[in-house]
C-alpha cells in the first residue's frame, strides 16, 4: 500500500502524465466498442493532483466519448457496483470485480500474471480485448 503511495505521488506530477504515449491504436480500438454498443467508462485511483493533467492527457490524444471517474485505490467495484465487462491492468481490481460477476480483462504486465478464469482474461492487448468483447459480447 504504501509503495502504491509513493509510485503515484510521483506518476502524478502533470509532467509525467503528459510524457505518456497510449496504447497502441487505443482510440480505434475504444472507438470500435463504442461503436459496437458499449458505454466507456474511464475509472481511474489516480491521486487527485492527477486529475486535470489526466483530462488534458485525454483531450490530447483524442480519446472517444467516454465518462471519466475518479476513485479511492482499490474501490472501483465498490463505486459503480457491476459493470458488463471490465477493463483493468490492477490483478486486485480484477479479482474484486470478478467476485461481484462482472468479467475483467487484464492486459498484461509483470505486476498481474495470472491464468485466465471463468471471469478473468489476461490479454496482451488492446487490440486482443477489442477484438474478444466485439465477438464475446455482441
Not at 73 to 79: A, F, M, N, P, Q
Request: charged share 30%; proline share 4%.
Amino acid at each position: 500500500e504504501e509503495e502504491w503511495h509513493r509510485v503515484h505521488d510521483k506518476f502524478s506530477e502533470e509532467a509525467n502524465i503528459i510524457s505518456l504515449q497510449p496504447f497502441l491504436n487505443i482510440q480505434l480500438h475504444l472507438g470500435n466498442l463504442i461503436k459496437s454498443g458499449y458505454e466507456l467508462h474511464l475509472v481511474t485511483s489516480r491521486k487527485d493532483k492527477a486529475r486535470i493533467p489526466t483530462i488534458k492527457w485525454l483531450e490530447k490524444y483524442k480519446f472517444p466519448n467516454h465518462r471519466l471517474h475518479f476513485v479511492k485505490h482499490r474501490e472501483k467495484h465498490l463505486v459503480f457496483g457491476k459493470f458488463y465487462v471490465v477493463i483493468e491492468d490492477d490483478l486486485q481490481q480484477a479479482r474484486d470485480f470478478a467476485q461481484t460477476g462482472t468479467p475483467a480483462y487484464l492486459i498484461a504486465h509483470p505486476w498481474n500474471v495470472t491464468d485466465n478464469t471463468e471471469t478473468i482474461f489476461r490479454a496482451k492487448d488492446w487490440k486482443e480485448i477489442s477484438e474478444q468483447l466485439q465477438n464475446k459480447y455482441h
